[in-house]
């Protein structure tokens, strides 16, 4: 081959494929022998479609050239398409991938990093500073990428290279790599951590970021920091961006000692604005994920499911908040008693989460657990959720998760291994002055792990929280009384229209499942018959989805085997139920669980309750 033609296939293996016009201000040769010059390498039949170089003759090529050669070429190609204006990003990404260093390269794969996903970011910026561009320009840019794609590692560590040199990083940049390291160390499950690093910028330096510095702050139990951070100076452009971040901070304030409704609002408003901003930031939390939290914790599930689903819509390739988005969702489905919907979303996560995501998940899965009744589920949940309850610092936005875990722990007996975070919780809440809005579903959940540990005793405190509580929120209110039903059923004191009214309240703050639980408990605990069926009808008209009729002649058989009702009784049954645990989950009495049972026996003619089981494992059921 003759020089002109190896020197167009040496350009050719850079893979940003042949132009005649580049090779005529490369080669120095004429427009028109360029062209016959293309055709000439695409029959020589070492060029595949998209006009590169077999992979198999690029080793001999350089050899033949030498490897400087080659590299000029390469360069002088670029420079060509960059004085023509024909470069693009695929053609600059191959010359990167071929080695080129250049200055102008890295410049351009830095600039179009800025505007593209953050997955595709990472990569431009990393081939960006193979071209030559100086890393610790682009290290803060590359730490925000990589956080949003759940890269928390590499986020860490660019951003703490920017902490080391703080006496020497601009006051903006060393905000920023503040903001990704406090993020990062949210997303972590140590928001405590997030908030230290706060404290250590100070107010003066918080610059743009105040909002997000005060709401981290008081989301870790630290007001005096918080109310020193919302007093800096602010000076920041009025963009959307900030607009929104202002309104968030706000309403959290406002969740935290003012109306729910009121803060609701704001945070609402500032979700809202968020979603005219064009480009993506890491923060410790999202405000869609903020407003949620505060619309769970005061029963406002509608609002909840509605910010969160316009939140999933919109997140796109920002990995670090779908999983976020996700679980809170399947939180609201638990808490409305949609638990198939719950397990559903929680298992299409991936099977390694962050640590905050993965206390969520953990907790979702105990809580589902305990509602459907099933001991060996619950146990399981709860062994492997020991290692994240183990690295779990508490704040005001894992306070649910705690609750779950709680209450599962309350099922076990095995409430020591939380009970130093829930003396945490309560710390936290008296630092900020006992919000309502945020103590009120840990003083819930205090009421039923007190249930479910028959302590009457340490019901009291956590009834008379809700009581004061009960002064300012309708939310609370109905919890309260509520709690004062459950405390008159511990005490063998069943007041039937108290348990139906308490019962249904809770229905309609969304909370069904805890209500029917109530009135199916009472149902347990009184000996007439009359008002325990009432109870019991309660009960079933809680439920999310309807239970099968409890009459046998009307039920259909399954498989020639088992009618509907026998099935969900053997179901539970080989999980290790008792009669009671049975009939508390199904909504009927433990005596008719009995009867069922013994129908069970005769239909599969069993000859032992032994074999019995064995038969029904061998069907599948609790499988």
């Not at 002088?76 to 191959?94: E, I, P, S, V, Y």
């Not at 991938?97 to 890295?106: I, N, Q, R, T």
């Not at 925000?144 to 890269?151: K, P, Q, R, V």
């Not at 956590?462 to 005490?491: K, N």
Request: charged share 20%; proline share 4%; glycine share 8%.
């Amino acid at each position: 081959m003759d020089p002109e033609l190896l020197c167009a296939l040496a350009i050719a293996t850079a893979g940003a494929g042949l132009d005649a016009t580049e090779l005529a201000r490369v080669l120095d040769l004429p427009t028109d022998v360029c062209r016959e010059l293309v055709e000439r390498a695409r029959a020589c039949g070492l060029l595949q479609q998209s006009d590169t170089l077999l992979a198999s003759a690029r080793e001999p090529l350089r050899s033949m050239l030498g490897a400087p050669r080659v590299a000029a070429l390469h360069l002088g190609a670029l420079q060509a398409r960059r004085d023509l204006g024909t470069l693009d990003l695929a053609a600059a990404r191959a010359y990167a991938a071929a080695g080129v260093s250049d200055p102008a390269l890295a410049e351009y794969l830095s600039a179009q990093a800025e505007l593209v996903d953050p997955t595709l970011a990472t990569a431009l910026y990393e081939e960006a500073v193979r071209a030559g561009a100086d890393a610790d320009a682009v290290a803060l840019r590359r730490a925000e990428a990589a956080g949003l794609t759940g890269d928390l590692d590499t986020a860490a560590r660019l951003a703490d290279g920017l902490l080391e040199r703080a006496a020497t990083t601009p006051a903006a940049e060393l905000a920023a790599a503040v903001r990704i390291a406090a993020s990062v160390a949210a997303h972590q499950g140590m928001l405590v951590r997030s908030a230290d690093l706060y404290e250590w910028l100070g107010p003066e330096r918080t610059g743009v970021d105040r909002p997000i510095a005060e709401t981290v702050l008081l989301a870790a139990g630290r007001p005096e920091a918080a109310a020193a951070a919302a007093a800096g100076a602010a000076d920041a452009p009025p963009t959307s961006a900030t607009a929104a971040e202002a309104l968030l901070a706000q309403g959290f304030r406002q969740s935290l000692g003012g109306s729910a409704p009121i803060a609701l609002n704001s945070l609402t408003r500032g979700v809202s604005l968020s979603a005219s901003v064009s480009r993506f930031r890491l923060v410790p939390d999202s405000g869609a994920a903020l407003t949620a939290l505060a619309a769970m914790h005061c029963g406002e599930l509608g609002r909840a499911l509605s910010v969160l689903t316009r939140a999933v819509e919109t997140d796109g390739d920002v990995v670090v908040t779908r999983d976020r988005h996700l679980l809170l969702t399947a939180w609201v489905s638990m808490l409305r008693g949609d638990l198939d919907a719950a397990a559903r979303t929680v298992d299409s996560l991936p099977a390694v989460l962050r640590p905050r995501d993965a206390l969520f998940a953990a907790a979702l899965r105990v809580g589902v657990a305990r509602r459907t009744g099933d001991i060996g589920s619950l146990r399981q949940s709860w062994d492997g959720a020991q290692t994240v309850v183990a690295e779990h610092s508490v704040d005001l936005l894992s306070l649910l998760p705690l609750g779950e875990l709680w209450l599962g722990a309350a099922r076990l007996q095995e409430t020591d291994r939380v009970a130093h975070l829930v003396d945490q919780a309560r710390e936290l809440l008296t630092r900020l002055g006992e919000p309502t809005l945020w103590g009120t579903p840990l003083h819930w959940y205090g009421v039923q792990a007190a249930i479910l540990t028959e302590s009457p005793a340490d019901l009291v405190p956590h009834a008379h929280a809700l009581g004061i509580a009960a002064e300012t929120s309708t939310y609370a209110a109905g919890l309260a009384r509520a709690g004062r039903a459950w405390l008159r059923v511990l005490q063998g004191e069943t007041d039937a229209a108290e348990v139906e009214k308490a019962a249904v309240e809770l229905g309609a703050v969304g909370l069904p499942w805890d209500g029917a639980r109530l009135a199916s408990e009472a149902a347990l605990r009184v000996d007439d018959t009359a008002t325990a069926t009432t109870l019991l009808q309660v009960a079933r008209s809680l439920r999310p989805t309807p239970a099968p009729s409890d009459t046998p002649a009307t039920e259909r058989p399954i498989g020639g085997a088992l009618t509907d009702r026998e099935s969900d009784v053997a179901r539970l049954l080989v999980t290790g139920l008792t009669y009671r645990d049975i009939g508390a989950r199904l909504f009927i009495s433990a005596k008719t669980v009995e009867h069922h049972v013994a129908r069970i026996r005769r239909r599969l003619g069993a000859q032992s309750r032994a074999e019995m089981f064995s038969m029904l494992r061998a069907m599948g059921h609790g499988a």
